[in-house]
């Protein structure tokens, strides 16, 4: 097989143009600048930045963009609480500083959690009257946001390239998804150098992350060549890749690609949109907000397979071949794919993390009743009902593939 990859310089910092203009190499944080000249330009002279407390300092791209910001005159205030999993009650805080503050465009450092924070921020400021709840249980359909600029710091969500946004309601355990066009990023970062700090458990859950958008983008009902094409060589890439990064967490090369499997992986599910491993998940960290949600897609994806495997076996055998060597049978693709997600050490499975079998009514519910997941669920390649998704999380809780 080619080593096309040894053809490009991972120095090199290109531009990657889907709807958003993406920078995309090492270094390529220094486009801020750039980025914020023509801000300045336009008369964008306030922002508000959205991060998590930690990584958008530690990883130094808060230096480079400070410095940014004000060496073009633009003021700044930073909301600097965003969680993994993003509630609406964390957004309408934040919407409320950036409303007080008058900013007029949104700056997110971070990985999905921050972006997505960052965009439903960017709807509630053009929507000052209404609040992130009402954004998540589509009590009014957005046309217009504050721009966005998304520099991102983990190769998993592709959130900095498409029209998603995902935050979990507390009071109702539910966790929707949001989709419009005036939520893409006008620029997104894509910089391999500020990702070499991931923990091990964090390298590995984005990753399956992108894994799992690209193997729903390729089997749904909406699903083109496109989508199928970007899956093949996003779980090449991962399947190449992230074994040499937990091995190596400063290997640039490693993240570089698999930064650049992200890219394209946000990019397959904004055009063949996302399906059961998603709509399942969801629940499961609304139950719980500090379970991962990468964690949640591997523990998931397995029994997916397996239903999925009659209706898509075709898609299936040509995107998984690069990480599982037998396809021939939905019980060897199940336990291939669970074999291969044990090779990057996440064997885990729901009973594992706490979930029983007194919860599978309650998630199952919760994946039919949840805002926006019937959408995901109508676009599988098998009919969804209750009674298959409960044996998905039933599946789930020890082994589907035993």
């Known amino acids: 097989m080619s080593n096309w990859e040894n053809d490009l310089n991972i120095n090199d910092v290109m531009e990657i143009r889907t709807r958003t203009c993406v ?16 801000y300045s330009e336009r008369g964008i002279d306030k922002v508000i930045v959205m991060s998590g407390r930690n990584a958008y300092k530690s990883t130094g791209a808060w230096s ?10 633009i003021g700044y205030i930073n909301y600097d609480k965003v969680t993994p999993n993003p509630t609406t009650d964390a957004i309408d805080e934040a919407a409320k500083m950036a409303i007080e503050f008058g900013a007029k465009a949104v700056i997110t450092i971070g990985g999905g959690s921050p972006t ?13 009257n209404e609040t992130g709840s009402n954004l998540y249980t589509f009590k009014f359909a957005p046309t217009e946001a504050a721009p966005i600029v998304a520099i991102n710091l983990t190769h998993g969500t592709g959130s900095e390239t498409n029209r998603f946004a995902v935050a979990t309601i507390l009071d109702k355990n539910y966790k929707p998804a949001i989709a419009y066009d005036c939520i893409y990023p006008e620029y997104a ?31 749904s009902t909406v699903a083109s060549p496109y989508s199928v094409t970007l899956a093949r060589q996003v779980i ?3 399947g190449k890749y992230l074994p040499k990064a937990i091995q190596d967490p400063a290997d640039r090369e490693a993240r570089y690609y698999l930064c650049y499997a992200a890219l394209m992986g946000g990019v ?7 399906h059961y491993t998603h709509a399942l998940e969801h629940p499961l960290s609304a139950i719980k907000p500090d379970f991962s949600h990468g964690l949640g897609l591997a523990i998931l994806l397995p029994a997916v397979i397996k239903n999925i495997y ?31 997600l044990k090779s990057v050490d996440v064997p885990n499975k729901l009973s594992d993390e706490g979930f029983s079998e007194s919860d599978v009514k309650k998630l199952t519910e919760l994946a039919f009743t949840t805002p926006s997941l019937d959408g995901l669920l109508g676009i599988a390649p098998t009919k969804a009902t209750k009674e298959s998704v409960s044996a998905i999380y039933k599946e789930s809780l020890y082994s589907c593939c035993l």
Request: glycine fraction near 6%; charged fraction near 25%.
């Open 23 to 38: 920078y995309f190499g090492c270094g390529a944080i220094q486009k801020i600048n750039d980025i914020a000249k023509i």
């Open 64 to 73: 480079v963009v400070e410095k940014a910001l004000q060496e073009n005159n």
């Open 116 to 128: 997505d924070a960052g965009k439903s921020v960017a709807i509630l400021l053009k929507y000052p």
């Open 189 to 219: 970062i894509d910089d391999p150098d500020l990702m070499t700090g991931l923990s091990p458990k964090q390298t590995r859950y984005v990753s399956i992350d992108a894994v799992n958008h690209v193997v729903e983008a390729a089997t």
């Open 236 to 238: 090449e890439l991962v």
């Open 268 to 274: 397959a599910f904004d055009n063949g949109l996302l």
């Open 310 to 340: 009659a209706a898509k076996a075709e898609t299936l055998k040509y995107i998984l071949e690069p990480i599982v060597k037998d396809l021939s049978t939905a019980d060897k693709a199940t336990k291939g794919v669970y074999e291969w």
